[in-house]
Structure formats: structure tokens, C-alpha cells
Antibody
Framework: EVQLVESGGGLVQPGGSLRLSCAAS????????MSWVRQAPGKGLEWVSV???????YYADSVKGRFTISRDNSKNTLYLQMNSLRAEDTAVYYC???????????????WGQGTLVTVSS | EIVMTQSPATLSVSPGERATLSCRAS??????LAWYQQKPGQAPRLLIY???TRATGIPARFSGSGSGTEFTLTISSLQSEDFAVYYC????????FGQGTRLEIK
């Protein structure tokens, strides 16, 4: 059974840093495209970042230069390092697997339960 | 950047009736369109991909149609568990979601 479990969220001051983790089971993170998607309180979904199976990474303009996506193959875990956090980064952060359809980008077939990040003084 | 627009923002329908939700892309996304259902406090759940293919375990009352820039999600006979927020997402380019349609009980 595929499972994704996020952790690492919490309250952080503006300008601070936080690292989110997403532990996967039932499949191999390094063989798949893995993304982070966020949802501000009461708002819609926003794609944040992706790491391809080959290791290439891409980011939404809103987080480029501040966030870094990575993975630890030995732990089958995805990460999101978030620096220079702003109030507008406040959201539930979901990790999600992109369905392996062989295209540059895809839909999300499995999601974690999310972890809340609150940026406030 | 492809912008996805969903309508209406809120749809009020009675149980047992049909619901039709729309999604429009600012440029063609071919059939690279997915639909998700989200209930309060839960992660989104994949319903439809490829504009019209139901995901594993999704009931037949959910159907998707369209291609290019215009897409529709139809729920043929609403059950109580179907009242939720629905999002469309294009994956022809970097993933982009619509703002959502809230389906509420009339």
C-alpha cells in the first residue's frame, strides 16, 4: 500500500527556516517524480516544486531561490527546505507523487495528509 | 503560464440530482486534465485523469469530458459523501490548479 507521511511543520517567524519531510512507503521515491503542493488557509491548491527521478528540480516562481527540494534514497524520504519564509508561505504543505506516465509532468495519484506551516511573528 | 478557471465557485444541488462542474484553460492543454475531490481536513483525492478516465476505485457516477480548453466533471446522482470541493488541474505544462468549486447540499 502506498503511503506518504509529512512532518516538520510548525510556527516560524518571518525570515526563518523550516525543513519538511515526507516519508514514503509502498514505492520508491527515487524512481518517481515527487512534488510539493501547498494550500493556504481557505484557499486553493498551488504547486510548489518537483524533483524528477533523474534528480532535476524545478520550482514555482513564488518560491524560487528560497525553497530547495531534495530526497534521501536510503530513507525513501522527500524533503523541502524552506528559507527566508514569508507570511504568504503560510499553508498546509502536501507531498504528492506524480503518476508515472512518462511525460514531463503529470497528475498526482497519491497525496500525504499534509503538514501545516505558519509564518508569523 | 496556463491559468485554470472553474465555474461556478459554489454549486447547490439536492441529493440524487446531477451536478455539472466546469473548468476552462487559458490555452489548450489537450487531454492533460485531472479532477480532484477534497473534503475538509483531508488531502485531495484523484477522481479523473486524462480528462475522462476514472481513477482506481472511483464510482461510475463520476464522469469527465472535454479536451483543449473546455472540460466538465459530471456527478450523475449526488450522494451525501459527494459534497466537497472539486479542483481541476492541467498537466500539459507545469501543474496548475483551478480555484475550486464548492459543491453544497441544496
Amino acid at each position: 500500500e502506498v503511503q506518504l507521511v509529512e512532518s516538520g511543520g510548525g510556527l516560524v517567524q518571518p525570515g526563518g527556516s523550516l525543513r519538511l519531510s515526507c516519508a514514503a512507503s509502498g514505492f520508491t521515491v527515487s524512481s518517481n517524480y515527487m512534488s510539493w503542493v501547498r494550500q493556504a488557509p481557505g484557499k486553493g491548491l498551488e504547486w510548489v516544486s518537483v524533483i524528477y527521478s533523474g534528480g532535476s528540480t524545478y520550482y514555482a516562481d513564488s518560491v524560487k531561490g528560497r525553497f530547495t527540494i531534495s530526497r534521501d534514497n536510503s530513507k525513501n524520504t522527500l524533503y523541502l527546505q524552506m528559507n527566508s519564509l514569508r507570511a504568504e508561505d503560510t499553508a498546509v504543505y502536501y507531498c504528492a507523487r506524480e503518476a508515472p506516465v512518462g511525460a514531463t509532468t503529470s497528475y498526482f495519484d497519491y497525496w500525504g495528509q499534509g503538514t501545516l506551516v505558519t509564518v508569523s511573528s | 503560464e496556463i491559468v485554470m478557471t472553474q465555474s461556478p465557485a459554489t454549486l447547490s444541488v439536492s441529493p440524487g440530482e446531477r451536478a455539472t462542474l466546469s473548468c476552462r484553460a487559458s490555452q489548450s492543454v489537450s487531454s492533460n486534465l485531472a479532477w480532484y475531490q477534497q473534503k475538509p481536513g483531508q488531502a485531495p483525492r484523484l477522481l479523473i485523469y486524462g480528462a475522462s478516465t476514472r481513477a482506481t476505485g472511483i464510482p461510475a457516477r463520476f464522469s469527465g469530458s472535454g479536451s483543449g480548453t473546455e472540460f466538465t466533471l459530471t456527478i450523475s446522482s449526488l450522494q451525501s459523501e459527494d459534497f466537497a470541493v472539486y479542483y481541476c488541474q492541467q498537466y500539459n505544462n507545469w501543474p496548475a490548479f483551478g480555484q475550486g468549486t464548492r459543491l453544497e447540499i441544496k
